[in-house]
């Protein structure tokens, strides 16, 4: 089941309270206009265009993206074994990937008094100093290979994520967030996960995208929800704007081993937009670090990442019908808060929401349990559908889809918890941890 599939990059601009945000719409160009004509201009690749963002104007579509050319597959997808497929055997060490991991976070939460950590930014046209790097752009080559886009001002930001296996990471957007003290919610477009640890709370992403101004509430209704185990070498997408979070009341369905890490390498693909506080990894640091030549390289490379996407499965199909027979009626809940802000430019209060949607722990065992069964039954015929087939628990289920009002005939929430303190959410000063 895919969603948003190969949408177009352009759309309608929006006006919002702050000096550094209006719209195009009164003046004589349209964001169509502007980005059509901006790619046919001079550039240096045929990813180049002008379309890129003033100091005095920002322009935003009706969709909720910063326009952009060509198309961009928005939909929730995975590849099982894409590390591998892009790994230079001899030159690629997963120790010591995971090493350069760890230690890029520990430097940028050092440097910035974050205990989560900071992000790294990577422009399109950069040549990588390091493997982190090289990844970083091979992520955004792979997925931006049919988009125009001012070089300039795109590119990949970047951070790591390492914690214990049962830990969680709360609900959030991923934004510009030097943004919002101008009131103004900025989402990438485009968000990816790569696992490089096995086991862990599963990602899960809800197709509830946030308010465009901080003015605006972010509560509403979730019709999906999707689910992505953690399994060495995995690679995920979503869409940049989606709600998201790691939910370790998940983990179990597929036996995650309980006192290991998870370790993640995070990447965020920004078009014609390039985020405020966004600073390279310094050279000096990229310099101890694994050397590009980890990965792949040259033309192609970045296509062998995402060349085979696995099978997505859908909750109410694998045991919609045995709990009908069951004669359950009801899905069960899972409840989670997170924090926000909420304000006018420059004056935001944070404010804590609830999460609650109609789904159980148990339902999602027994998807995943359903999932293996058919696996174990039909390996050899369905075999590169589901997955790899060597090592890790996760590696017949590449990816869960839950429709909520086919599996519980309710949508989940996200709304104002009212009757909650600010310290219960899950959300700090620039908080840069992602699922």
Same mark, same amino acid.
């Given at each position: 089941?895919? $969603? ?66 060509? =198309? ?9 074994? #894409? ?18 991991? =760890? ?27 390091? #493997? ?18 001012? &070089? &300039? ?78 399994? @060495? ?20 369905? @597929?036996?995650?081993? &309980?006192?290991?890490?998870? @370790?993640?390498?995070?990447?965020? !693909? ?12 310094? =050279? ?11 990965? &792949?390289?040259?033309? +192609?490379?970045?296509?062998?990442? !995402? ?6 499965? %859908?909750?109410?199909?694998? %045991? ?27 004056? $935001? ?15 999602? =065992?027994?998807? @995943?349990?359903? %999932? ?12 590169? +559908? ?29 709304? %104002? ?19």
């Amino acid at each position: 089941m895919k $969603q948003d599939e190969k949408s177009e990059g352009t759309g309608a601009s929006c006006s919002s309270p702050s000096d550094n945000f209006s719209s195009n719409s009164s003046g004589s160009e349209s964001a169509q206009d502007t980005t059509d004509r901006s790619s046919s201009s001079s550039g240096s690749g045929p990813h180049e265009s002008s379309g890129s963002e003033s100091s005095q104007e920002f322009v935003i579509g009706a969709d909720g993206r910063v326009p952009f050319g060509g =198309k961009m597959d928005f939909s929730f997808r995975c590849w099982p074994s #894409a590390v591998a497929a892009v790994a230079n055997r001899d030159a690629f060490d997963l120790a010591h990937f995971v090493a350069d991991c =760890k230690s890029v976070m520990k430097v940028r939460a050092k440097e910035l008094a974050y205990s989560t950590g900071e992000t790294f930014w990577l422009q399109a046209n950069a040549a990588p100093r390091c #493997a982190l790097e090289q990844l970083a752009l091979l992520v955004f080559e792979a997925h931006t290979d049919t988009a125009r886009f001012d &070089a &300039a001002s795109s590119g990949v930001e970047f951070w790591t994520v390492c914690i214990k296996s049962d830990d969680a990471v709360g609900w959030h957007w991923d934004k510009d967030y030097d943004m919002e003290q101008d009131g103004v919610n900025v989402c990438p477009h485009l968000g990816t996960v790569t696992y490089l640890t096995e086991g862990g709370a599963p990602t899960v992403v809800l197709d509830h995208t946030a308010p465009l101004t901080t003015e605006s509430s972010c509560q509403g209704s979730a019709k999906r929800a999707w689910i992505s185990w953690p399994s @060495v070498g995995k690679h995920m997408c979503f869409d940049g704007r989606y709600l998201h979070g790691a939910a370790p009341e998940l983990a179990g369905a @597929v036996s995650p081993k &309980a006192g290991e890490e998870r @370790v993640t390498f995070l990447a965020n !693909i920004w078009l014609n937009h390039t985020p405020r506080g966004a600073k390279r990894l310094p =050279k000096e640091r990229a310099a101890t670090l694994t050397p590009p030549g980890a990965f &792949a390289a040259g033309k +192609n490379a970045s296509k062998k990442l !995402i060349q085979r996407p696995g099978q997505i499965s %859908v909750l109410h199909q694998l %045991v919609g019908e045995r709990r009908a027979s069951s004669g359950r009626s009801s899905a069960g809940r899972l409840v989670w808060r997170f924090g926000e802000v909420r304000g006018v430019a420059g004056a $935001q209060q944070p404010v804590v929401h609830t999460v609650d949607l109609p789904l159980a722990a148990q339902d999602v =065992k027994a998807a @995943v349990d359903e %999932v293996g069964r058919q696996w174990d039954q039909g390996k050899k015929r369905r075999g590169d +559908n589901y997955l790899r087939e060597e090592g890790g628990s996760a590696d017949f289920l590449t990816g869960l889809c839950v429709d909520f009002e086919k599996w519980g005939g309710v949508s989940g929430r996200i709304a %104002v918890d009212n009757g909650r303190g600010e310290d219960e959410g899950q959300r700090g000063p620039k908080r840069r941890r992602k699922a």
